[in-house]
């Protein structure tokens, strides 16, 4: 029998972090169990090519959703990294903090003590920012900067942003998080930064850190209530280890599946897949959230889109000059520019992310329009709809069943059709015009709610950002304690990964998922960073009556914030949310 001082199950973002930060002390013995392979690989390292490990079954799950049903019941792809880093590995490597009032709404919904002056420390000691700004990390191991921006698309969509009345912002990632400006990516000397490379490969060269890869964990062994260790399956062999601490990083479809297959989850579900309930959870697989986006695309009418290089010989020349030199266009994951706004006044901070391209392609490379063009990926950051992930009753160790309940709220429909009609209103501005030919979708002909809806059903994708499974709280429904992150009412396991977020962040999850585990690692060990002094809240004074502004002035720093998301309330499934 093995015995270890902690198991952590997955080696994605969280469990890469855990790993490292739980390994300081070389007297601490660590096991990682990954059910993927390794993730060295041209395809991964090269930035431009992140469509490609996407879709590759070596590095993807390739999860497919049940027929989502107020999307005509489409079913939506879901792809899952497989393999060390996990999705850290195959995403888009935009480093996206999000809104520091998205962690004084997660205190709100019960995850005491995770509000931005909380969390801006472990922000800030996972960062290495080249870029300037007064809140920002300096020698954390990710490396994150800004692309060249040498395209002048990028200028103009920014220019475009602030014609139109919205704030221009110098980073979204320090002071100021809305309005329109440059975008930040895990990039490190040409390469992706996963939490591979950063965290784990790190903690391995330690020596007290083992890794089993192509590892599947089946169960979570109990005594009781206490965890005492994990069962896997290794080249063909069920293999048992023990340790005094588990720790759940599966993500937030595959954590509440090992949790459902040990015993932890809703009675009825686990009795029906003939599971023994262990402990009956009825939060567990609940509460799945997730972001949606669209294309926007116009045609181009100079010839300075990306367009020249999507040939054969044009990715030749980029991936030729990238294995040499590390540099240029295969150096850059191309989302350079972005924006975050609000819908409609009424909103107190933004719900709408812009990633900019200045290229007219689909995120997973399979579309691409024939001639010049640019376009955003827009979408909304809070929506109501939620969803769950259950056992396949047949055979529980098939691949779960996902339904994220896309567009189940009426609030998400007027949201999504404001993302095109604000996204239009942007591509008319000067900047941004006299590049701007004809809208390649939705196109000129979807004008009406009735046309633009069915242009959502059609062709809304999910932007790979699933979260919130096993959600931090102390009502009914939460799965884990927010101060020590175990699960209610076992001792000895604790969930660490996005699935335990009660609420999604505005903007892309890998870096509020890199926070999460960074403030883990120290919850586990008690010992956490002090509050920041200086944690500042910026939010445009005039949010109640106006949808836009170009000066966010106002600084909610040791204001009573509840008091703000009490004005903005509405109800979902029987809870409250803002």
């Known amino acids: 029998m093995e015995y270890y001082d902690y198991i952590i199950v997955g080696a994605g973002s969280a469990g890469c972090v855990l790993a490292n930060r739980l390994s300081v002390d070389k007297r601490t013995r660590i096991l990682v169990i990954e059910a993927g392979g390794d993730d060295r690989a041209t395809i991964i390292n090269m930035p431009s090519?992140?469509?490609?490990?996407?879709?590759?079954?070596?590095?993807?799950w390739g999860f497919i959703t049940e027929p989502e049903p107020h999307l005509d019941s489409r079913a939506m792809n879901l792809p899952r990294g497989k393999g060390l880093g996990g999705s850290s590995s195959i995403n888009g490597m935009c480093y996206v903090r999000g809104n520091p009032m998205d962690y004084e709404l997660w205190s709100d919904h019960g995850a005491t003590s995770w509000n931005w002056a909380n969390v801006l420390p472990y922000f800030q000691r996972l960062e290495s920012a080249t870029d300037a700004g007064q809140l920002r990390g300096r020698s954390g191991p990710v490396s994150v900067i800004r692309g060249r921006e040498a395209n002048p698309l990028y200028h103009a969509f920014v220019?475009?942003?602030?014609?139109?009345?919205?704030?221009?912002?110098a980073n979204m990632n320090d002071l100021q998080h809305e309005g329109f400006g440059p975008m930040e990516m895990t990039v490190k000397k040409g390469e992706r930064c996963s939490a591979a490379v950063a965290y784990l490969r790190p903690a391995m060269a330690r020596g007290n850190v083992r890794v089993i890869t192509?590892?599947?964990?089946?169960?979570i062994l109990f005594e009781g209530p206490k965890a005492i260790g994990v069962e896997y399956e290794h080249k063909g062999k069920l293999i048992q280890v023990h340790a005094p601490e588990v720790?759940?990083?599966?993500?937030?479809?595959m954590s509440p599946v090992v949790l459902k297959r040990s015993g932890i989850g809703p009675r009825a579900e686990l009795q029906q897949a003939g599971i023994d309930v262990i402990h009956d959870l009825p939060g567990v697989g609940e509460n799945l959230m997730d972001h949606l986006e669209l294309y926007v695309q116009q045609e181009c009418t100079q010839p300075i889109s990306l367009y020249p290089h999507m040939g054969l010989f044009g990715k030749a020349l980029i991936g030729l000059r990238w294995l040499l030199k590390r540099d240029g266009l295969g150096a850059t994951n191309h989302f350079e520019a972005g924006g975050n706004i609000r819908s409609r006044a009424g909103i107190s901070y933004p719900d709408i992310q812009f990633h900019f391209l200045p290229l007219a392609i689909s995120y997973d490379g399979k579309s691409l329009a024939k001639g010049h063009?640019?376009?955003?990926?827009?979408?909304?950051?809070?929506?109501?709809?939620?969803?769950w992930v259950r056992l396949d009753k047949t055979n529980p160790r098939n691949a779960p069943r996902v339904q994220f309940n896309y567009m189940s709220h009426e609030d998400d429909w007027l949201e999504m059709r404001a993302c095109v009609r604000l996204t239009r209103e942007i591509f008319r501005q000067p900047a941004i015009a006299a590049y701007a030919g004809r809208e390649l979708a939705p196109g000129p002909d979807c004008e009406s709610d009735e046309q633009l809806d069915q242009f959502i059903k059609d062709k809304v994708e999910s932007a790979y950002?699933?979260?919130?499974?096993?959600?931090?709280g102390t009502d009914v429904q939460a799965v884990v304690d927010p101060l020590t992150l175990r699960v209610h009412g076992l001792d000895g396991l604790r969930v660490v990964d996005s699935s335990i977020m009660p609420q999604a962040t505005a903007g892309d999850l890998n870096a509020p998922t890199l926070m999460l585990a960074e403030r883990a690692a120290d919850l586990i060990l008690e010992n956490s960073q002090p509050t920041?002094?200086?944690?500042?809240?910026?939010?445009?004074?005039?949010?109640?009556?106006?949808?836009?502004?170009?000066?966010?002035?106002?600084d909610l720093s040791g204001t009573d914030t509840g008091a703000l998301f009490d004005q903005e309330r509405y109800l979902t499934g029987g809870r409250t949310y803002v």
Request: include cysteine.
């Open 214 to 219: 192509h590892a599947h964990t089946t169960r």
């Open 159 to 169: 220019s475009a942003g602030e014609q139109a009345g919205y704030a221009r912002s």
């Open 373 to 387: 063009g640019f376009q955003v990926h827009v979408g909304t950051k809070r929506s109501k709809s939620r969803g």
């Open 49 to 60: 090519a992140l469509s490609i490990p996407m879709n590759t079954a070596r590095f993807n």
């Open 532 to 554: 920041a002094e200086q944690a500042p809240m910026m939010l445009d004074p005039e949010w109640n009556s106006s949808q836009r502004g170009n000066v966010i002035s106002q």
């Open 247 to 253: 720790i759940l990083s599966a993500g937030s479809i």
């Open 465 to 472: 950002h699933p979260c919130g499974t096993c959600r931090m």
